[in-house]
């Protein structure tokens, strides 16, 4: 999950909103743009202008907890 790949990144479950998330960040949630550094735990994630809650957990190469959610990540390069 290396800073400067162009990714799609899609909220594939609510863990703490039920659905109604006061930004409309639900699940299936997504955006396209340059992950602008390495995912790691105790940091948010940035894709363009979207910023995640502080992850908690990395489950693979390709899906990652935060306090609020679980999301997948897609390498597009």
């Known amino acids: 999950m290396k800073a400067g790949r162009k990714v799609r990144l899609t909220k594939s479950k609510d863990t703490r ?7 409309s960040i639900n699940e299936g949630y997504v955006k396209q743009g340059v992950l602008s ?3 790691k735990v105790g940091s948010s994630v940035e894709v363009g ?6 992850v908690t957990k990395i ?3 390709t ?4 306090l609020n ?4 990540i897609q390498y597009l390069d």
């Not at 909103?17 to 930004?23: A, I, K, R, S, V």
């Not at 202008?49 to 502080?54: I, V």
């Open 17 to 23: 909103f039920d659905g109604n998330h006061p930004n």
């Open 37 to 39: 550094w390495d995912i």
């Open 49 to 54: 202008s979207f910023y995640t809650s502080t």
């Open 59 to 61: 489950n693979s190469e």
């Open 63 to 66: 899906e990652f907890e935060t």
């Open 69 to 72: 959610s679980v999301y997948t």
